[in-house]
């Protein structure tokens, strides 16, 4: 039985050693990279532009000696995808030269093959404006993992639009509805409004102007009806609150 007892015990310390290992292997390594898109110019326009990527680990530090490349492509049907691979690595940024021939909503997946083997990447939907933009601040791009993980965590009682970039012109080129014409919404159940200007203008939605970059959250407690003129598809839009 001693030596039964012994056998387990010994089996229990190194069980419990190797779990320990694991998880300072485990806290060691960053567990997630994080990669940001910036441009110059911004935002982007026809013609020449440098990609600007970002690739920091979990404690936020940047990650050098990467190979990463983008494939862009612009969201018209037929149109080929490209792909570009960064040119020069300077203060913890790669460069990824790009031609942007025409105007419109584009996609740009960056790819990074890590220096330990692991290749991560990331999708952004950028617009392409036929003539720079002034008075714009210089921002980085949100991802579509971050925009999707976001709305995934709405609560039952908010209601959320979203406005893309380039979405006036968006809508003007392909008649696509970023906004209703009529939004319903109820005290008792989804009682709150929530509008999300990613654009890099300030819009006006129905009756609530939201600047870009910012959010807007109204919460209805009294039944009603609200109208306005949306400037994105530059038409009205009528909110009924219901009980």
């Given at each position: 039985?001693?030596?039964?007892?012994?056998?387990?015990?010994?089996?229990l310390l190194a069980f419990v050693?190797?779990?320990?290992?694991?998880?300072?292997?485990?806290?060691?390594?960053?567990?997630?990279?994080?990669?940001?898109?910036?441009?110059?110019?911004?935002?982007?326009?026809?013609?020449?532009?440098?990609?600007?990527?970002?690739?920091?680990?979990?404690?936020?530090?940047?990650?050098?000696?990467?190979?990463?490349?983008?494939?862009?492509?612009?969201?018209?049907?037929?149109?080929?995808?490209?792909t570009d691979t960064a040119r020069?690595?300077?203060?913890?940024?790669?460069?990824?030269?790009?031609?942007?021939?025409?105007?419109?909503?584009?996609?740009?997946?960056?790819?990074?093959?890590?220096?330990?083997?692991?290749?991560?990447?990331?999708?952004?939907?950028?617009?392409?404006?036929?003539s720079p933009l002034y008075g714009?601040?210089?921002?980085?791009?949100?991802?579509?993992?971050?925009?999707?993980?976001?709305?995934?965590?709405?609560?039952?009682?908010?209601?959320?639009?979203?406005?893309?970039?380039?979405?006036?012109?968006?809508?003007?080129?392909?008649?696509?509805?970023?906004?209703?014409?009529?939004?319903?919404?109820?005290?008792?159940?989804?009682?709150?409004?929530?509008?999300?200007?990613?654009?890099?203008?300030?819009?006006?939605?129905?009756?609530?102007?939201?600047?870009?970059?910012?959010?807007?959250?109204?919460?209805?407690?009294?039944?009603?009806?609200?109208?306005?003129?949306?400037?994105?598809?530059?038409?009205?839009?009528?909110?009924?609150?219901?009980?």
């Amino acid at each position: 039985m001693k030596i039964l007892r012994f056998l387990v015990a010994g089996i229990l310390l190194a069980f419990v050693a190797s779990m320990g290992f694991f998880l300072w292997r485990s806290d060691d390594k960053p567990v997630s990279v994080q990669i940001e898109l910036h441009s110059d110019p911004f935002p982007m326009v026809i013609g020449p532009t440098d990609l600007i990527v970002s690739l920091k680990d979990s404690h936020g530090m940047p990650i050098e000696g990467a190979d990463v490349y983008v494939i862009t492509q612009h969201m018209h049907h037929g149109a080929p995808p490209i792909t570009d691979t960064a040119r020069r690595y300077e203060d913890g940024h790669y460069y990824i030269p790009v031609l942007w021939s025409m105007m419109g909503q584009a996609s740009v997946i960056v790819y990074a093959n890590l220096p330990d083997g692991e290749t991560v990447e990331e999708e952004f939907m950028v617009f392409v404006y036929f003539s720079p933009l002034y008075g714009v601040d210089n921002q980085g791009y949100r991802s579509e993992r971050e925009i999707k993980e976001e709305l995934a965590n709405v609560p039952d009682n908010e209601y959320w639009i979203v406005v893309p970039q380039g979405a006036r012109e968006i809508t003007g080129m392909h008649f696509e509805d970023f906004v209703p014409s009529l939004i319903s919404l109820s005290v008792s159940t989804k009682n709150t409004l929530v509008i999300r200007n990613d654009d890099f203008v300030d819009n006006s939605i129905g009756p609530f102007y939201v600047r870009a970059g910012e959010t807007l959250r109204q919460r209805f407690d009294e039944p009603g009806v609200y109208q306005g003129t949306c400037t994105i598809n530059q038409g009205p839009v009528r909110i009924e609150v219901g009980e």
